[in-house]
């Protein structure tokens, strides 16, 4: 069993990291973090007919990257924990069915990366995973539609209003980030785990 000290749990049998994979956007290709991505794409529509599938295909790429960097496929994988910023998790809900994971969804907002994390390292190091995949995303399109703050409170490519109350810091152009990530982890005794790392950063542009 676990043992606490402070706000950190320490496990008997460590789960650690067996690989990670993220994939953004074209904003993120212009960033000053463009070389920390494995792979980048031009098109934020990744081809597909809508947004909401183009963040699913970022899961899904995403995802199968990180399970060949840990030479593992999805029969190796006992439980996905996944999570985005649409309604009931639906690019980590379509992106789990085409993997063919058990799925349990996650959200965190912001925080649903280290929420994937976590929950799966206790799952992992008590035994209740036998292979773990944890994967987030976020796309500024699919998430502008979702909440409408992002351009309606001055958030991009607007001239800089007078600072009010409830609002963006004014001359700042703000674009949350479009990508998806995996980091994997193992635990001591074989049992394994990858977990998908997303949310890229708003930068200023």
């Not at 320490?10 to 690989?19: D, E, G, R, T």
């Not at 500024?140 to 001055?154: L, N, P």
């Not at 998806?180 to 982890?185: A, E, L, R, T, Y």
């Amino acid at each position: 069993m676990a043992t606490r000290r402070g706000d950190t749990l320490i496990f008997p049998k460590p789960p650690v990291i067996a690989a990670h994979a993220c994939i953004g956007g074209k904003k993120e290709g212009e960033s000053p973090l463009a070389a920390e991505f494995d792979e980048l794409h031009s098109d934020n529509r990744l081809g597909q007919a809508s947004w909401e599938a183009a963040e699913t295909q970022l899961q899904l790429q995403t995802a199968r990257l990180c399970l060949k960097k840990a030479h593992a496929t999805e029969k190796d994988v006992s439980l996905l924990l996944a999570g985005d910023l649409q309604a009931q998790c639906t690019a980590s809900g379509y992106a789990a069915r085409a993997l063919g994971l058990p799925f349990a969804g996650l959200f965190g907002a912001c925080s649903t990366m280290a929420e994937a994390l976590g929950v799966g390292a206790c799952l992992c190091s008590a035994g209740m995973a036998d292979g773990l995949l944890a994967m987030t995303s976020s796309h500024f399109c699919t998430a502008e539609r979702q909440f409408r703050t992002m351009d309606c409170h001055g958030g991009r490519g607007l001239p800089a209003p007078p600072r009010r109350a409830g609002g963006r810091h004014p001359g700042r152009d703000l674009w949350p980030g479009a990508g998806s990530g995996h980091p994997g982890h193992q635990q001591h005794g074989g049992r394994h785990g990858s977990g998908c790392s997303g949310n890229a950063p708003a930068l200023p542009h």
